[in-house]
Structures are given as structure tokens and as C-alpha cells.
């Protein structure tokens, strides 16, 4: 079966901090990952995905970025963060098999 | 610009009785229609999906159904549980074998499911 971890769990950073959170899918070879973020009272937005590894397409501009390094990998990067980045954000992985998609536990991100 | 909208923020209904969930979407586009579950601090399950071939899928206790010709759609569960406290997004993606596998979310509906 898929899984998909995400960490950590919740993070504080300051504004003006760097960022780096980490998605990694295991029980699947080759899927499509996805970055959302569920700020205060909104719905999922996505944020990123990709089809293979290097490959990054952003659906909103933002000072955030992705990288998937390895296949099985996607990270979310920021150089400076900003007040309005705080939300929960959710790594997402399709399961080719039912062409489900499927969600990891989610990091808290609270920028101060 | 909200291609898929839940125009109800809460719902809330007595144990064992019929939860109502409703969906309305903008993209004639869209064929295919998923259901999340999501609890605080955890990232969203799926629940159930629809294919627009389809006009009603069940599983359970859930039920969707799906009214093509005014793109929406609706999940029904019954009888209602306190557990299935949560809040529900509704989200459609266009073509379901896509290698892409885009979904489009709405803002959700928090379900409140009292004694």
C-alpha cells in the first residue's frame, strides 16, 4: 500500500526565515506529487506538482518553490517567508493503480 | 476563480439521521468527482468518487450523486455517525486517467453530527 510521509508534523519560523519541508512516498514507483496548502477558512489550493523527477509546474506565483530530487521525493522550499505563507500544507501522491490521489498528515506551518 | 464551490461553510445534523452534503462545479470539463474526509491536523481521506458516465455511486453508508446538466453534485450518508464529524471537500478533475491527475477543490463543509 501507498504511504506518504511529510515533515515535520509543525514548524514556527520567523518572517524572513528560510523554509524546507519534505514529502516522501513509499509503496509506488514514478507517481505524481503534489504540494497543497489550506490556509484559515479557504480550501486546498494547489501549490505544485510533478510528473517526474526535475519536473516542477507552479499553479500559483509565490515566493515558494518545489523540488523533486529524487522519484520518490518533493520539497517545499521558501528563501524568505512571509506572514501570509502560514497554513497547514499537505504533500499529495497519485495512485496510479485507481488514479486516486491520495494525501500524507499534513505540516502546520505557523510564521511569526 | 472557484470552478468548484461548496457554497455551505457548516452543517449540522442529529446521529442516525440523513447528512446532505452539496457541490456545485463551473467546468462542463470536469468528469470525474471525489469526495475527501479531513480532521483536524491530518491530511485529507478519500471517500468516495464518481465518474460522470455515472449518476449515482455507493458505498455503505456514503452515496454520491451527480446531476451533469446542473453540474452538481451531492454525498449522502446514512445514517449519520458522530464520527463522521469532519469536514468534506468536494473536488473534480478533468479527465480521470490523466497522467496529470489535477484535482480542483472546493472550500469544504464542516459536518457536525450531535447525539
Known amino acids: 500500500s501507498q504511504t506518504i510521509h511529510q515533515w515535520p508534523a509543525t514548524l514556527v519560523q520567523p518572517v524572513g526565515s528560510p523554509l524546507s519541508l519534505e514529502c516522501t512516498v513509499e509503496g509506488t514507483s514514478n507517481p505524481n506529487l503534489y504540494w497543497y496548502r489550506q490556509a484559515a477558512g479557504r480550501g486546498l489550493q494547489l501549490l505544485f506538482y510533478s510528473v517526474g523527477i526535475g519536473q516542477i509546474s507552479s499553479e500559483v506565483p509565490q515566493n515558494l518553490s518545489a523540488s523533486r530530487p529524487q522519484d520518490r521525493q518533493f520539497i517545499l522550499s521558501s528563501k524568505k517567508l512571509l506572514l501570509s505563507d502560514s497554513g497547514f500544507y499537505l504533500c499529495a501522491s497519485l495512485f496510479r493503480e485507481n488514479y486516486e490521489q491520495y494525501f500524507g498528515p499534513g505540516t502546520r506551518l505557523t510564521v511569526t | 476563480d472557484q470552478q468548484v464551490k461548496q457554497n455551505s461553510p457548516s452543517l449540522s445534523v442529529q446521529e442516525g439521521r440523513i447528512s446532505i452534503l452539496n457541490c456545485d462545479y463551473t467546468?462542463?470539463?470536469?468528469?470525474?468527482f471525489l469526495w475527501y474526509k479531513k480532521y483536524p491536523a491530518e491530511g485529507p481521506t478519500f471517500l468516495i468518487s464518481?465518474?460522470?458516465?455515472?449518476d449515482k455511486n455507493e458505498d455503505g453508508r456514503f452515496t454520491v450523486f451527480l446531476n451533469k446538466s446542473a453540474k452538481h453534485l451531492s454525498l449522502h450518508i446514512v445514517p449519520s455517525q458522530p464520527g463522521d464529524s469532519a469536514v468534506y471537500f468536494c473536488a473534480a478533475s478533468v479527465g480521470r486517467g490523466s497522467t496529470l491527475g489535477r484535482l480542483y477543490f472546493g472550500r469544504g463543509t464542516q459536518l457536525t453530527v450531535w447525539p
Open positions: 467546468n462542463s470539463m470536469f468528469d470525474y
Open positions: 464518481i465518474s460522470s458516465i455515472k
